[in-house]
Every structure is written in C-alpha cells, then in structure tokens.
C-alpha cells in the first residue's frame, strides 16, 4: 500500500522565481491538504484540496496556489519566491468520507531553499 | 485569534513517564490530534481525542477536558526512540473539513 508520496525532495531557487510541488496521496485517500514547516515550527496549513476544488484555505498569500487532478494528485505552486518561503513543504492525504478525519498521513516533504 | 500552547522541550529519563500539555483557545472545536515528527521526518499520527476522557493506545495515552480547553499526551515506558518532537493539533470549526492548526511542538529528549 503506496503511502503518501511527494517529488521533490529537495529544491533550490532564487527570490523572485516560480516553483511547482507535486503530492500523490496515500492510495484509496482523496482530499489532499498542504503545510509550510519553518524550521523549529509546527506546521502552519496552507490550504485543502476536495474533488479538485479548494475547500479551505490558511493565511497565505495569493502567490501560494494549487491545483488537484482527478486522480486526486496535487500540486503546490509558489510565485514570486521569497527568501521567508524557505521551509519544509507537507502534504497530508486523508478520506473525507470517513466522520471526523482527523487521522492525517503526511508525506516525506520537499525542501524549498530560496537564495 | 485562534493558538495552541505547549512546552517548547522536556526531558526525560528512559523508562520513566513524561506527560506533554496541550492548551487551546479557537473559536470552534472539533477535536484535538497529536502527532510525534523525528528529526528529518514526516509527522505521524499518534491519537485523536473528539470527547472528553482518555484514550490509550500501547505505551500512549491522550486526554482531553473540552470546558477547560485542554489536553495532553501521555508516553509511558519512554524509550530512547520517543526522542522526537510532539505536536497537538485541532480542528476549529465542526466538520471535517476544516483546517487544522497545530501547535509549535514539544521537542522531547530521552536520557539513558
């Protein structure tokens, strides 16, 4: 049973660049939420995709936008990078369909270094 | 606002019991998780607390009070592998789709 996935591991870029993550949920799962990690921090929710719509969304700027695809996929994109956007990227899988899902499986994460 | 408080770090010693709080102040509740992070990790799922009392599960307990907005997780039998970071997490608002915010960690160290 393929847990969740995310691609990539580790990334470089300069301030001022894009940078797209990508999430593969833990199979039979179909509601994909993403985090930002700082270091020393907990993880701080950016948004929540559900049958490819946002459903709810942290306190993060527009630059921070996403996409999910019918096989319930993900992306997390980043405009105009900013040094502060350095952290660990997370993405959690959970079933919707099940009251209360609360149980989360995060993935390994992407490490977003901007120089 | 909406915050979650917890120690920054505690220590402990192998085999003994250490017990990490949790308190809360959002403006809905729909339940309290904790999830343990080692270093270099992913978070994990450790328990989930939807109504006051205790839930146990193996070597951990977590407990919540929902009119005093409390919780904590309690490890038992510490073992040097429990050295890791625990984090509380809630759901403010009353469905399952709502955001979760966690809180900013307990980073717990095992000594021999």
């Known amino acids: 049973d393929a847990g969740v996935t995310q691609s990539p591991t580790h990334l470089i870029k300069t301030r001022g660049q894009q940078v797209t993550l990508r999430c593969s949920p833990k199979?039979?799962?179909?509601?994909v939420s993403w985090y930002q990690q700082a270091l020393g921090q907990g993880p701080q929710f950016i948004f929540q995709y559900y049958e490819e719509e946002e459903r709810q969304r942290g306190n993060f700027p527009d630059r921070f936008s996403g996409h999910q695809f019918p096989n319930y996929s993900s992306e997390l994109n980043v405009n105009a990078l900013l040094l502060g956007d350095s952290a660990l990227y997370l993405c959690a899988s959970s079933l919707a369909a099940i009251k209360g899902t609360y149980e989360q499986y995060f993935g390994p994460g992407t490490r977003l270094t901007v120089t | 606002g909406q915050s979650l408080e917890q120690p920054s770090e505690v220590t402990a010693v192998e085999g003994a019991i250490v017990q990490i709080n949790c308190t809360y102040q959002?403006?809905?509740?729909?339940?309290l998780s904790w999830y343990q992070q080692h270093d270099g990790g992913a978070p994990t799922f450790l328990s989930y607390n939807g109504l006051d009392g205790l839930e146990e599960t193996g070597r951990f307990s977590s407990f919540l009070s929902r009119s005093d907005s409390y919780g904590y997780l309690l490890l038992q039998e510490l073992q040097m592998k429990d050295s890791a970071s625990y984090f509380c997490a809630v759901r403010p608002g009353y469905s399952s789709a709502s955001k979760i915010i966690f809180g900013s960690g307990t980073r717990l160290s095992i000594r021999p």
């Open positions: 959002t403006s809905g509740f729909y339940g």
């Open positions: 199979s039979g799962h179909d509601t």
